[in-house]
């Protein structure tokens, strides 16, 4: 996909026309972090063919930086600014702010943007801003001559081109609504949820929505209808205007008298919701907080009759609403002074993918598999298993290895086996070279992963690789059925030592209390021992000649690993590929690395200086001077 970073423009929208508050080249600034609303208005852009995205911006007041999003198909990055002063600064051209703030902080950021010289119409989605602070955003906008949508509102939308937030919905909700294209109808609309149902209505009884606004639900709205309506009736593209008030407030009888004065000429289609209240024995609050009738000129009946007797096409109820546009639209066209605008083949709609997915209409390969774990229900699993059971169980650490590592539940034995190699390996002291780099690299002031890793970065060949190469070294001989004569031979005359024996203090006499543990752990519960038998039967021949030559403690852990493999159901081969996968020392590391981090620790609450290795145990062997080379 391509990645594409919108930047500030260098050249601001163009001269609109009073009456316009949004098109196709408005630009908007979104405050708050709502990356669905966000991904619904590009995608509007998109099927609407803008050329340019409508969002340029986001303000988020927690962190900075970029958002991606897609255009279309295409992958985009929005700057991201913490205040709306920078954003404004530094994007000259914005004239809209959708205002997803809380109502907690509506009002200053509403404030903000109308006394910008930017912007010049604020949405302000938020439900409960008091109504002083609305009162004075009311004042503020009129005052500079600019625009509030809002308190309480879903938004707006102008067909074809610009889309506030979530307004109309769903894509396909969109085209179906003919919203892609701009119609000739206009409408304002208390309820937002209501708009969209009128979006449907104007699409399935005209030629479609020219621009629909909601004003929200609060008692003191930032605009009202009669501002909007009066900006539709100097509008030329706009031919005939839908209001959906409700009970409640008097705003609807600002539009009645414009009818009566003149001022509004085009056609007009009014209804106000709420006439069931007459039926409640007492006074009504609905949804909205404008909506309650405190006197009888509020109500819904008493509206509809004023707008009636005014002039304006009113239905006899909602059931009719319909209806009654059809017949104004109707009756337009039929006198000539309107040509429906024809439908427009939208782009083809990007699904996204998550969507796409739930409802089983692609596939494809994934990139990784897993095979082991799965996180995405309400419980994790290994292998199937929910965690809460593993704890409930007491499955323990050998348990969860067996789960995750071999994908088995394990008999306790195994298990047992497993997690008493975690002990025996935890530690071997300061000095061996994986503590001693950790112990370093913690004095060096070192985090404790990078101390970690320091550690474990000196495991290989000499420091618990034996463990991987006893396992390789005695199932290679054991399995072709080779005597333990012949490997010793076979391994000399290859002048390669048996990873797994000698043991620098330990021997026959003075043995190892670790392999000892290990050996009769195995005996008395393993069901297999063929590869520990092979290895003790080796250590026969190798202590004959020096009696420190013994089984160690890694290569009796790597023996012993692939007869638990055995005991657990694997055969001969399938050992193997473990052991070629080179994943046997998985035990030592996992072991070692307990007492790697204790180390760290302990230089750390000891608050130990920086290592220096002392002078006095290192020979220095410098030549008095450098070889010359002629």
Not at 38 to 55: A, E, G, H, K, W
């Amino acid at each position: 996909m391509e990645a594409i970073t919108v930047t500030k423009s260098k050249k601001g929208n163009k001269k609109r026309p009073d009456y316009l508050l949004m098109d196709k080249n408005t630009k908007a600034i979104v405050f708050g972090y709502q990356q669905r609303a966000i991904q619904r208005m590009l995608d509007f852009d998109y099927i609407c063919r803008r050329d340019t995205p409508s969002v340029v911006a986001i303000v988020n007041p927690t962190r900075d930086g970029l958002h991606k999003c897609f255009w279309g198909t295409k992958e985009i990055l929005l700057p991201m600014y913490r205040t709306l002063a920078e954003a404004t600064s530094k994007h000259s051209e914005v004239d809209f702010m959708v205002n997803f703030a809380s109502f907690r902080s509506a009002y200053p950021t509403s404030k903000e943007a109308l006394e910008s010289k930017a912007i010049r119409t604020v949405a302000i989605i938020a439900e409960g801003v008091p109504e002083n602070r609305t009162k004075e955003l009311i004042k503020i906008a009129k005052e500079k001559n600019k625009w509030i949508i809002g308190p309480a509102t879903v938004g707006g939308i102008a067909a074809g081109g610009f889309r506030i937030g979530n307004t109309a919905g769903m894509l396909d909700n969109i085209v179906a609504s003919k919203l892609h294209r701009p119609g000739s109808v206009a409408y304002v609309s208390k309820s937002g949820g209501l708009s969209n149902e009128l979006n449907n209505i104007i699409a399935r009884n005209t030629d479609g929505v020219f621009e629909g606004v909601a004003i929200g639900g609060d008692r003191y709205p930032g605009s009202t209808f009669i501002d909007h309506l009066l900006r539709y009736e100097k509008n030329p593209d706009v031919k005939m205007t839908v209001m959906l008030g409700e009970v409640g407030g008097a705003d609807e009888y600002e539009v009645v008298k414009a009818l009566k004065d003149g001022r509004i000429k085009k056609p007009l289609v009014a209804w106000c919701i709420g006439t069931c209240s007459k039926v409640f024995p007492a006074e009504v609050q609905f949804g909205h907080a404008g909506a309650r009738a405190g006197a009888d000129l509020e109500t819904a009946d008493a509206k509809n009759k004023a707008l009636k007797d005014a002039g304006a096409a009113v239905p006899n109820s909602f059931d009719d609403f319909d209806e009654k546009i059809k017949q104004t639209f109707d009756k337009l066209v039929k006198s000539g002074k309107h040509k429906p605008i024809p439908d427009v083949e939208p782009p083809r709609i990007p699904i996204d993918y998550a969507v796409a997915l739930k409802q089983g209409i692609i596939r494809r390969p994934a990139q990784f598999i897993s095979t082991i774990s799965d996180d995405r229900g309400e419980e994790l699993r290994y292998c199937g298993v929910k965690i809460s059971k593993i704890f409930e169980e007491e499955w323990g650490l050998g348990g969860v290895i067996g789960l995750l590592w071999f994908k088995k539940k394990l008999p306790k034995w195994a298990s047992g086996f497993l997690e008493r190699v975690v002990l025996l390996t935890a530690d071997h002291g300061p000095a061996v070279s994986g503590a001693h780099n950790s112990i370093v690299a913690a004095r060096a002031g070192k985090d404790l992963i990078s101390s970690l890793v320091s550690g474990l970065l000196t495991i290989g060949p000499r420091f618990g690789g034996a463990v991987q190469g006893s396992a390789d070294h005695f199932t290679q001989y054991l399995y072709k059925g080779e005597t333990p004569e012949f490997m010793v031979k076979n391994m000399k005359s290859k002048n390669v030592n048996i990873q797994g024996i000698g043991h620098r203090i330990k021997s026959v006499t003075n043995p190892d209390v670790r392999v000892t543990i290990m050996k009769d752990y195995a005996k008395k519960h393993f069901p297999i021992t063929e590869t520990l038998d092979y290895a003790l039967d080796i250590e026969k021949l190798t202590t004959a000649k020096r009696n420190n030559l013994i089984l160690n403690v890694d290569g009796c852990i790597g023996v012993l690993c692939c007869d638990m493999l055995r005991g657990i159901g694997y055969s001969r081969d399938e050992v193997r590929e473990f052991v070629d996968l080179g994943i046997l020392n998985a035990l030592f590391v996992l072991g070692r690395s307990i007492g790697f981090m204790g180390h760290i620790m302990d230089q750390k609450r000891l608050k130990s200086r920086l290592y220096r290795h002392p002078w006095d145990d290192i020979q220095y062997m410098m030549p008095d001077k450098p070889e010359v080379v002629k």
